[in-house]
């Protein structure tokens, strides 16, 4: 079993950075591979990054790439979405989840975060 615990969010303006942390209490992180989904009300959930275990390959949806990065420290853990540039259409609750495949599917990913709230206002 693999609890994740999102942190890092909150309200900021346009422009501004926001850094998500996503912590997980398993031994053996390192095998597992991570993505960031988040989801707007009436919204389906939608992709946003993911990581493989060893961090050396990342995927990012084209809404994120160049402003978002998705990178994971295994000796504490943790896996981290660092967002810049941030626009008001990321306004969503951000959730990370741990599966066994990189993968920009949400049925490929077996254990998830509560979530974290981002406000972003104009």
């Known amino acids: 079993q693999v609890q994740l615990v999102e942190s890092g969010g909150g309200m900021v303006q346009a422009g501004g950075s926001l850094r998500l942390s996503c912590a997980a209490s398993?031994?053996?992180?390192?095998?597992?591979?991570v993505g960031w989904f988040r989801q707007t009300p009436g919204k389906e959930r939608q992709f946003v990054a993911a990581i493989s275990g060893s961090g050396s390959t990342t995927l990012h949806a084209d809404s994120a790439k160049e402003r978002f990065t998705i990178s994971r420290d295994n000796s504490k853990n943790t896996v981290y979405l660092q967002m810049n540039s941030l626009k008001p259409e990321d306004t969503a609750v951000y959730y990370c989840?741990?599966?066994?495949?990189?993968?920009?599917?949400?049925?490929?990913?077996?254990?998830w975060g509560q979530g974290t709230r981002v406000t972003v206002s104009s």
């Open positions: 398993v031994r053996t992180f390192s095998r597992y591979r």
């Open positions: 989840a741990a599966g066994v495949q990189v993968s920009t599917t949400e049925r490929d990913y077996d254990y």
